[in-house]
């Protein structure tokens, strides 16, 4: 499990108030208490996942306002391609509804499984990296030759983030 995604497990489980934690020995209630917990823990996860994601899809708005300034006009809509992918990504992180799968119904949980889709979230930061990389060069290469290969490459980047998304979303409805 990434570091990041430990702190937000921490997070979640170390905030239940004295109540909660009295109830907990309340057979049947911690339960439904763990249930919050990963309902929880899932929703500041995948926002976290969206801001970071925000932060990469505003440098591409930079650059397409960039390519207009410069009269590229032909590349904007290139661009725009690996924009909407990116929008659409985040769109769906942020928006899916919160504990929204069998994963959270379930008292008691596969560490297996859970580990999967940590491993899922945990991936899915580290392509804020490579999305962040293909940004970069698409930048470094304005002006340039290179510069359609590096728009190309960022849609693709682009289209990982939304293909590792659905995964991730078919090992919360497996059986």
Known sequence: MS???????????????????????????????DRQARRDQDKILRD?????????????????RDLIA????????????AAIKLRAFIDRVRRAPRGYSGLFDAVKINSDELERIYQYDATLLALGDDVSRAIDNVEASLGSEGISAAIRHLRTT??????????????????
């Open 3 to 33: 570091d990041e995604i430990e702190q937000i497990v921490k997070k979640v489980t170390g905030d239940l108030d004295p109540f909660k934690k009295i109830l907990s020995y309340v057979p049947g209630f911690k339960g439904y208490i």
């Open 48 to 64: 976290a996942i969206a801001e970071r994601f925000e932060g990469l899809w505003q440098k591409i708005s930079t650059l397409q």
């Open 70 to 81: 410069q009269g590229d006009l032909h590349l904007v809509d290139d661009l725009e391609g």
């Open 158 to 175: 682009a289209q990982q983030c939304v293909d590792l998304y659905d995964q991730r979303a078919k090992v919360l409805f497996e059986e």
